[in-house]
């Protein structure tokens, strides 16, 4: 009896598999939030010294342009003195 083969059964094996889970950690979203606001207040920043220096240059150009009218009127008057002048040289040179 000892040659009489020794049957066993087995249980059937359970397929084996394997889960990954992969997490990407991001930047988060308070940071986001941190640089979108620092940003924001940058741009905000730019237009408004963007905007005095145009308010800046408006007030140069416009008293450039007073100064110019003035230094007009003032030369016109002088041309009335020097016509008014001659005139009455002329006036006195014939009587």
């Given amino acids: 009896m000892a040659d009489d083969p020794v049957n066993v059964e ?8 394997t889960t990954t889970i992969i997490r990407e950690r991001g930047s988060g979203g308070a940071t ?18 963007f905007s005095q220096g145009t308010k800046s240059e408006t007030a140069k150009d416009d ?13 016109d ?16 040179e014939n009587n």
């Avoid at 008057?77 to 006195?92: E, S």
């Fill in 63 to 75: 008293a450039i342009s007073e100064a110019a009218n003035r230094v007009g009127n003032a030369a």
């Fill in 10 to 17: 087995r249980a059937p094996e359970a397929p084996t598999t």
């Fill in 77 to 92: 008057k002088a041309g009335d003195a020097a016509q008014n002048a001659a005139d009455n040289l002329n006036k006195n």
């Fill in 32 to 49: 986001g939030i941190v640089m979108a606001l620092i940003l924001l207040i940058l741009v905000a920043g730019g237009i408004y010294l």
